[in-house]
């Protein structure tokens, strides 16, 4: 159940027109690992070794999957997250601000004594992050002390999101596409440097990829992320591929539909999270059947909104700020012909609640 802070963000349900009795109780349903995110900004240039660099940002948030989870939340999308939480401060911090602040169900989850949780310090500058992280797998579920009568896992779910991983099988990803669950995947850096379409076994069960320009050309052997969005539907019905500031390419193996949408010019303060709101936004497009180039548009368009706050989880944009920057849009009129489509989704809605931001503090003690 939503808790009542998330249920005030989430004034907008936008697949209200097609939910029906006896659909599954979750929209989408995810795993992986959180993270503790500190991120630091307002960095002139790399920090050089034997100097002390002063950052003018800073920002403490939930991260690792916790991005998507997070941004497809606040899209509005009933969110399940299954995931190991250490029992120390970061783990109950994590935990309070996904479960309490953002209505995310982990019900699935579960807590690892004597486990600490893993921690991300992420550095933005020219554009770019560089991180460092620390952290230790942590145990199998089955030794962590967890409920055997617990729901089994995953759920039925409208959809699963997924990051592949080259030679990792998730045997969870079959299971869910059995179900009926629409699976869409992206991938990180391949470190093996093989770059092989065979290692990714759970394509087959995906209905859509979407790896960056780099990733896509690498696994195809090709020079052109347009290219390798074609030779990618030889694994996968729906292959989107990002290209950064230039926006986003998609093609439809299924019908020969082809989409492409510009990126849109921002001032960005911090991008990480950027790529996961990216796929939460397109996904969200997904489930309520929009048109492919409304998808990509609204994805681009997610990922800008959150390029400009800090923090990875806490920077996702909710449907206030979407509705605020497309009244801004219709006014300037420069972006708002490829986003027309946005004119019945949201007329008559307005929201001004904003949601919660990476702050440089866990917390502050009360009183």
């Known amino acids: 159940m939503l808790g009542p802070r998330a249920r005030r963000q989430q004034w907008f349900d936008p697949l209200a027109a097609l939910r029906a009795a006896g659909d599954p109780e979750w929209d989408v349903y995810l795993t992986g ?14 920090p050089v070794r034997g100097t002390e660099s002063w950052a003018r940002g800073m920002g403490s948030s939930p991260g690792g999957i916790a991005n998507m989870a997070t941004a497809l939340a606040r899209l509005g999308l ?59 797998e942590a145990p199998p579920k089955e030794t962590a002390g967890y409920d055997p009568e617990a729901p089994e896992c995953p759920p039925r779910a409208r959809a699963c999101v997924s990051s592949l991983v080259p030679g990792r099988p998730q045997e969870w990803i079959a299971t869910a596409a059995r179900r009926g669950s629409r699976v869409f995947a992206d991938i990180g850096w391949d ?45 996968v019905p729906l ?83 979407v509705a605020r920057w497309w009244h801004l849009a219709r006014e300037r009129c420069a972006e708002y012909p490829r986003f027309a489509f946005l004119d019945a989704l949201l007329s008559g809605y307005e929201c001004t609640a904003v949601p919660r931001r990476a702050v440089p503090t866990l917390g502050f003690r009360a009183g």
Not at 33 to 46: E, K, N, Q, Y
Not at 83 to 108: N, T
Not at 216 to 224: F, G, P, S, W
Not at 280 to 286: E, L, P, Q, R, Y
Request: hydrophobic share 45%.
């Open 33 to 46: 690992t959180v993270f503790l995110d500190i991120i630091f900004t307002g960095l002139d240039s790399a």
């Open 78 to 136: 009933r969110t399940s997250l299954a995931a190991a939480f250490g029992d120390d401060m970061y783990g109950d911090y994590c935990r309070e601000a996904l479960e309490s602040g953002e209505g995310i169900d982990l019900s699935f989850s579960h807590t690892v004594p004597g486990w600490h949780s893993p921690v991300t310090v992420s550095m933005a500058y020219e554009g770019e992050r560089t991180m460092i992280s620390h952290g230790h």
């Open 191 to 235: 470190e093996t440097g093989s770059w092989d379409l065979a290692a990714l076994a759970e394509l087959g069960d995906c209905e859509a990829f979407l790896p960056n320009a780099a990733e896509a050309m690498r696994y195809t052997r090709t020079d052109c992320p347009r290219a390798a969005a074609h030779a990618l539907t030889a694994y």
């Open 239 to 321: 292959a989107v591929v990002t290209l950064g500031a230039e926006g986003a390419y998609a093609v439809d193996g299924r019908t020969g539909e082809t989409a492409e949408v510009p990126g849109i010019a921002v001032e960005a303060l911090d991008p990480t999270g950027a790529g996961d709101v990216f796929v939460a936004g397109f996904v969200t497009a997904s489930l309520a059947d929009w048109p492919l180039a409304d998808r990509l548009a609204f994805a681009g368009l997610t990922a800008a909104l959150s390029v400009q706050e800090f923090g990875g989880s806490l920077s996702a944009p909710s449907w206030a700020e």
